[in-house]
């Protein structure tokens, strides 16, 4: 009808027009009409969210929407909420919209390319299922253009969320004046202050560069997702799990990439299980690991050419051109570019927090009990915790659970312990409890039971190249009734694997309990319940 048709339009305009709302800077609105509950209020807001990161923009939504919508509360009742955000630009100028590292410059674009760098490597084993198939080239920006589109449409969709929730988004520097003021400096240096009965610290971290000379000229996976030409042959310094990511889905991608590791490969862990990563990478994938030797200088060298005319050229050889890498004790080597994944620092220095009385580490940590810091009104989440996993869903549920006790009667805490991660390198890598040597150290040698075995998975039964490095299950186990402390998984879809594992480990499970299951036939997952070679710890 007509009327429907006028009501279709008069909806879509509405939300439309939240939506345009929300990629503006909202400042508070003082004239705002307010409820009786509003009235009251001493301060500006009820929560503010410092940070507009996967773990912030949880927290903000959950505070801002009562989990039980029966019970029919007045919107103009629900806590006033506004989340504070501001991306520094890079060194090399990158920035970003809402979302945090996660969405922008981290999980998801990481994900999207080693994707990218399967699909390669499943196109070149196509031939022995049968298939014909052309030679296989791959284009940097294509591929690019498509991560980054995707990337901007998740974070427009986080600012309309914000919006049809009533959450200010107030972009700016934001740092305590006073324990309940926040002083905000915009992009063109214009300064606001709000107050709130709470604030929630939710500013995650940014890359290190290394103290060298000429560091700068290096980028970080705060650049890298989003260049718009291929970084060509590329020097990628650090062992951490960014490092050996990004050096997996470049090598797939046909960049041949060179890895520096500072020192061991995915420090904290399984050592076992970190080397087998990197003999897979080092092996298998032909990636060269220079062990042992450390950049001590960058310099620019004349461009005699670059990699910016032809995305599918391979460098092979040094050829004086980019970046020229000092070492020790190493000749010095040539790339169009150097990535350091060398660890991360918590982005607290700015916040003022000695003007509110919150508590930090020499790090720059925050301390926390509960998520609640030395000022009682003042919590945090996320990778700026002392102590705590710095993985996205982490903060995540921290947030969620935080905001339901802030406002919601909620009363769960967050558990730290059992977080299932995967690192997504070439041979994946999940993982959930605890590695052999932290089990060790935690209950003695003695108690302490492992369970290994190798795997040959069926997408590798035809391959004529399949790897020498086979994929791999670990149960590290404890006690006469033999609980699975630590569940280790390097192979196809790790990530799905280990997932529904960690629920079975957060129950207790036992390695009986993993016998006692039927497995799924033909899977990689079954060979977890059907173990029988032990190495018994003691004395090793």
């Given at each position: 009808s007509t009327q429907s048709t006028w009501e279709s339009l008069d909806g879509f305009a509405a939300m439309f027009s939240r939506r345009v709302a929300a990629h503006r800077c909202v400042w508070p609105s003082w004239s705002r009409a307010k409820s009786t509950t509003a009235a009251a209020r001493s301060h500006d807001y009820d929560l503010v969210v410092i940070g507009g990161g996967s773990g912030g923009l949880a927290c903000a939504k959950?505070?801002?929407?009562?989990?039980?919508?029966?019970?029919?509360?007045?919107?103009?009742?629900?806590?006033k909420v506004a989340v504070v955000d501001f991306v520094e630009p890079s060194p090399h100028g990158t920035t970003w919209g809402l979302g945090g590292t996660c969405v922008n410059v981290g999980c998801i674009p990481k994900k999207l390319m080693h994707i990218a760098s399967n699909?390669?490597?499943?196109?070149?084993?196509?031939?022995?299922?049968?298939?014909?198939?052309?030679?296989?080239?791959?284009?940097?920006?294509?591929?690019?253009?498509?991560?980054?589109?995707?990337?901007?449409r998740l974070s427009f969709a986080y600012k309309g969320e914000l919006a049809d929730r009533s959450i200010d988004y107030l972009v700016g520097r934001g740092a305590f004046a006073d324990p309940h003021t926040l002083e905000i400096v915009d992009y063109r240096g214009g300064k606001r202050q709000i107050t709130s009965k709470m604030f929630v610290i939710a500013t995650g971290g940014r890359p290190r560069y290394p103290d060298i000379a000429g560091a700068q000229l290096g980028i970080t996976s705060d650049d890298l997702f989003w260049l718009q030409r291929s970084p060509g042959r590329t020097l990628v310094v650090g062992g951490s799990y960014i490092a050996l990511e990004c050096a997996g889905f470049l090598a797939g991608l046909g960049l041949q990439p060179v890895v520096a590791p500072r020192s061991v490969l995915l420090r904290g862990f399984d050592s076992e299980m970190a080397k087998m990563v990197g003999a897979h990478m080092e092996?298998?994938?032909?990636?060269?690991?220079?062990?042992?030797?450390?950049?001590?200088?960058?310099?620019?060298?004349?461009?005699?050419?670059?990699?910016?005319?032809?995305?599918n050229t391979n460098h092979t050889t040094n050829n004086n051109s980019g970046i020229r890498v000092e070492f020790a004790n190493l000749a010095p080597l040539y790339f169009d570019t150097v990535l350091f994944a060398t660890g991360r620092k918590p982005l607290t220095a700015g916040l003022n927090l000695d003007?509110?009385?919150?508590?930090?580490?020499?790090?720059?940590?925050?301390?926390?009990?509960?998520?609640?810091?030395?000022?009682?009104?003042?919590?945090?989440?996320?990778?700026?915790?002392?102590g705590r996993p710095e993985l996205t869903p982490v903060a995540v549920k921290a947030g969620r659970l935080l905001a339901a006790r802030l406002f919601w009667g909620g009363t769960a805490h967050m558990d730290y312990d059992l977080v299932p991660t995967t690192v997504f390198t070439p041979l994946e890598y999940g993982c959930v409890g605890l590695g052999e040597e932290e089990a060790i150290a935690r209950y003695g040698a003695s108690e302490i039971k492992v369970y290994?075995?190798?795997l040959t998975p069926l997408e590798d039964a035809l391959a004529d190249d399949a790897p020498p490095t086979s994929p791999f299950c670990k149960l590290v186990c404890r006690g006469a009734d033999e609980v699975v402390a630590g569940l280790h998984y390097?192979?196809?879809?790790?990530?799905?694997?280990?997932?529904?594992?960690?629920?079975?480990?957060?129950?207790?499970?036992?390695?009986?309990?993993?016998?006692?299951?039927v497995g799924i036939h033909p899977t990689c997952a079954e060979t977890l319940t059907t173990m029988d070679a032990t190495r018994t710890v003691a004395g090793c």
């Open positions: 959950a505070a801002a929407s009562d989990p039980d919508p029966a019970r029919g509360r007045d919107s103009l009742a629900l806590p699909l390669g490597k499943s196109m070149g084993s196509a031939q022995s299922f049968g298939w014909s198939t052309a030679p296989v080239t791959h284009n940097w920006e294509s591929l690019a253009e498509a991560v980054q589109g995707y990337v901007r092996v298998d994938c032909g990636i060269p690991f220079l062990h042992g030797h450390v950049p001590t200088a960058l310099t620019r060298v004349d461009a005699g050419h670059t990699n910016n005319n032809n995305t003007k509110a009385g919150v508590a930090v580490d020499a790090a720059g940590k925050v301390v926390t009990e509960n998520e609640q810091t030395s000022a009682p009104h003042i919590y945090a989440i996320g990778d700026i915790l002392q290994r075995t190798a390097a192979g196809p879809n790790a990530g799905e694997v280990v997932q529904g594992f960690a629920t079975a480990l957060r129950l207790g499970a036992r390695k009986a309990d993993l016998d006692a299951t």
